[in-house]
C-alpha cells in the first residue's frame, strides 16, 4: 500500500515538474532588448500583465476608438511593436499570432482564439506611417 | 476673541473657501489639457467637418484625393470581390444639370451626419458618432448585418468580403465588417489633417472645426453659398460643397 502511494506521489511531483521545465519562449526582439538592459517595462509586474490583458486591451479599445485617446498605454500596436521576432534567413517579420509566436504560445496552451488579428496588423511597421 | 460661528457664517466662509480651490484647480487642469490633447477625451466643443468647392475642384484632384484615401486606410487592392463588393470610402460622383447639360464632378464619402442614419439602425451600437462629430464604425462590435450601408442616404458605407492582411498599423481592417471613411481619425486626433484634404494643394477642400469661429472653414462658410447633399433629409451633415 505505501509502495503504491510512494509511486502515486512521485507521479505528481514529476508532473508539477514537467510544467514547471517549459521551453523559453522568445520574446520578442525590442522586449529581449529591454529584458538586456535591465529595464522593467511592465512595471505592475509580470502576473498582472499576463493575467489582465485582455481587460486592458478592452479598456484601451474603446477609449481610443469611442473617446479618442490615443496613450500608448494599453496599445495592441505596442505589444506587436515590441514582441514580434525577426526571421534571420529573410529578416522579415514573423506575424505575432503565427504558430509558436509570442501572443500563440499562451493561448495554443490553454485553447483560446485570438481575435485581434483578423482585423489588427500583425507585423511592426517601423519608421513608415 | 471666543466668537461662536452660527450655521449661516460657516456657510458664507466654507463656500468662499470652496470657490478659491477650484479657481486654483481649473487653472491646473487647463495648462495639462494643452500639454497633450490626445490623453482627453474629445468633446463636444468641437465638430470637425470639411468644405469642397467642386467650381475649383478639378477631376485630377478628386482622383488624387482617392488614391490618397487608398494609401493612407489601405483599401482598393481586395484581389477577391468583384464590383460592388470592392470596397469604397471615397468615389468620384458626377452630376448634370438637365437644364444645361453641365457635368460637376465631386468626391463623395461618409457625410458625417450630426443626424447619422446608419447609428439609428445599428443593432449592435457598433455604427457610432464621437462627441467630436466623426461617425465610425466600431469592428469590435460590428456583426456585418449592413443594415447601415442599406439606410446610409449617401451610399459611403462598405463590407469587407475577403480575408486581409498586411493591413495599416493605424487602420485595422477585416473580413465581416463594415467600414467607411472615418476622416482620418487618427490623423485628426494629432492634429493633422484628413489625407484625401493634404493631397490638394489649394483652398478647394478646407477641413476644420466648425463651431470655432476663428477656422477657417468656419469663415468661408459664413461667407460663401454652400449646400450639404440632401439637405431634405435634415441629417446636418459635416461635409459641405460649394459650387452645386
Known amino acids: ?129 | 476673541m471666543s466668537k461662536t460661528l452660527n450655521r449661516r457664517d460657516f456657510i458664507k466662509t466654507s463656500s468662499a473657501t470652496t470657490v478659491g480651490v477650484a479657481t486654483i484647480a481649473s487653472g491646473i487642469t487647463l495648462t495639462s489639457f494643452a500639454v497633450n490633447a490626445n490623453e482627453n477625451p474629445v468633446t463636444k466643443d468641437k465638430r470637425w467637418g470639411m468644405l469642397v468647392d467642386t467650381n475649383k475642384l478639378t477631376e485630377v484632384e478628386i482622383d488624387g484625393m482617392v488614391s490618397a484615401c487608398q494609401q493612407e486606410n489601405g483599401w482598393g487592392s481586395e484581389v477577391h470581390s468583384t464590383g460592388d463588393q470592392k470596397p469604397t470610402w471615397v468615389k468620384k460622383l458626377k452630376v448634370q444639370d438637365k437644364a444645361t447639360g453641365k457635368i460637376t464632378s465631386l468626391p463623395l464619402m461618409c457625410q458625417h451626419c450630426e443626424e447619422p442614419p446608419c447609428v439609428d439602425v445599428c443593432p449592435t451600437n457598433a455604427s457610432m458618432k464621437r462627441e467630436d462629430g466623426i461617425v465610425l464604425v466600431d469592428k469590435h462590435l460590428c456583426i456585418g448585418c449592413r443594415y447601415c450601408m442599406m439606410a446610409c442616404p449617401y451610399d459611403a458605407r462598405s463590407f469587407v468580403h475577403e480575408e486581409l492582411t498586411d493591413q495599416r498599423e493605424h487602420m485595422p481592417r477585416g473580413k465581416g465588417t463594415v467600414e467607411s471613411c472615418t476622416l482620418c481619425v487618427h490623423k485628426v486626433d494629432n492634429g493633422e489633417s484628413p489625407a484625401c484634404v493634404a493631397s490638394v494643394n489649394s483652398d478647394a477642400v478646407i477641413f476644420g472645426d466648425l463651431y470655432d469661429p476663428k477656422s477657417n472653414i468656419n469663415q468661408t462658410l459664413k461667407k460663401v453659398q454652400s449646400a450639404q447633399i440632401r439637405a431634405d433629409l435634415d441629417l446636418n451633415t459635416g461635409v459641405r460643397y460649394s459650387g452645386i
Open chain 1, 1 to 129: 500500500m505505501y509502495r503504491l502511494v510512494a509511486i502515486l506521489m512521485v507521479l505528481l511531483v514529476s508532473n508539477v515538474f514537467a510544467h514547471g521545465h517549459q521551453e523559453q519562449h522568445d520574446l520578442g526582439e525590442e522586449a529581449n532588448s529591454i529584458k538586456a538592459s535591465g529595464k522593467i517595462f511592465h512595471t505592475d509586474g509580470l502576473d498582472v500583465i499576463r493575467k489582465m490583458h485582455p481587460e486592458f486591451l478592452n479598456h484601451k479599445r474603446d477609449k481610443t476608438l469611442r473617446e479618442g485617446v490615443r496613450t500608448k498605454e494599453g496599445s495592441l500596436k505596442g505589444c506587436v511593436n515590441c514582441h514580434s521576432t525577426k526571421d534571420k534567413k529573410t529578416n522579415q517579420y514573423h506575424p505575432v499570432n503565427d504558430q509558436d509566436q509570442f501572443c500563440s504560445t499562451c493561448h495554443q496552451q490553454v485553447s483560446v482564439s485570438v481575435d485581434c488579428f483578423s482585423c489588427h496588423r500583425t507585423t511592426p511597421r517601423k519608421g513608415t506611417k
